[in-house]
């Protein structure tokens, strides 16, 4: 993290892949000295700090480069643990990304939940016309089951040479 760091501020943009931030916490869970404050789930409170500060160094610097941390977490594995970290966690990030083992299982590529999926703060990227036709196309996903979500975005995207002509085209 440290030289990543120094590479931003020599004007680099730098990515981190960590995979995943669930069992990074549950490593320092295991050595982290006892507060005497243990979270739900059996989560030491103080064992959190270090993944956190590793997850919150993400950022762009003026003149300089940017730190784009991606991580993965785990749910749904039934552990009370695992649930405390990505409570934890689920807020702090700019964008969700879900996926759905279910279109796995169906090999339907890419297997993303899109309902479930989103960009925080979207209304600062976007501008009012493509953020109101965004709002229009979830609206319409959400009315779909998640396999066919994905099959009409897929099909959509086909016939589509970019994400304008794409938004251009649900007006037809």
Do not use: W
């Amino acid at each position: 993290l440290e030289k990543a760091k120094r590479m931003v501020e020599c004007g680099h943009h730098v990515v981190i892949l960590l995979d995943s931030i669930t069992r990074m916490a549950r490593a320092y869970n295991t050595v982290a000295p006892a507060s005497g404050k243990v979270l739900s789930g059996g989560v030491e409170a103080t064992a959190l700090q270090k993944p956190k500060k590793f997850f919150g160094a993400a950022r762009a610097i003026e003149n300089g480069g940017s730190l784009t941390i991606l991580a993965t977490a785990l749910i749904d594995t039934g552990s009370k643990m695992d649930q405390v970290i990505f409570e934890e966690f689920k807020g702090t990030g700019n964008m969700e990304l879900q996926l759905d083992r279910n279109l796995a299982n169906r090999r339907l590529y890419p297997s993303i939940d899109l309902t479930k999926s989103s960009t925080r703060r979207e209304e600062l990227l976007l501008d009012k016309d493509t953020l109101q036709r965004m709002f229009i196309l979830r609206n319409h996903l959400a009315d779909m089951k998640p396999e066919e979500a994905m099959e009409f975005m897929k099909k959509q995207m086909m016939h589509s040479s970019s994400n304008e002509e794409f938004l251009e085209s649900m007006n037809r």
